[in-house]
């Protein structure tokens, strides 16, 4: 029930610098992790009742150095993705810290969805990434 409602799924990956043999073994699991494309296909019972769904791809880059971040904001800027960036501080990380996000919706699985993951995480921007893709309902 709760996926006819809304399908989401949240992985996080810590970006840094990388030798070439890391970056060899991180291309290596990305072939077979989940993509976002793969999170976007529609559920047949809600097409039978005439409920058309929609994605919302969102990607979110949070670190200390807001210089390190931002080609990452450059990708997503140049993609469509809107980014917005924020300061932030809380109890459990007490130090200011910048985070860039940005969402960009989706009517069916897109390889540009895809291609847009891959140009952040190729950016290798210092911080913590994280994606999302979450599905709405939307009544023909």
Not at 77 to 105: D, N, Q, T
Request: hydrophobic share 45%; with cysteine.
């Amino acid at each position: 029930m709760s996926r006819r409602l809304s399908l989401a799924v949240l992985l996080a990956a810590t970006l840094a610098s990388a030798t070439t043999a890391t970056i060899a073994t991180a291309a290596t699991a990305a072939t077979s992790a989940t993509l976002p494309s793969h999170l976007m296909l529609p559920d047949a019972d809600l097409a039978t009742h005439g409920v058309v769904e929609r994605w919302t791809l969102t990607i979110k880059i949070e670190a200390n150095d807001l210089k390190a971040i931002d080609p990452c904001r450059q990708v997503l800027a140049a993609r469509g993705y809107a980014p917005v960036l924020s300061k932030m501080a809380s109890s459990a990380r007490p130090e200011l810290h910048f985070k860039i996000e940005g969402s960009k919706e989706y009517a069916q699985a897109s390889a540009d969805a895809d291609d847009t993951l891959a140009a952040v995480q190729q950016a290798q921007c210092k911080g913590a990434l994280n994606w999302t893709v979450v599905s709405k309902q939307v009544p023909r």
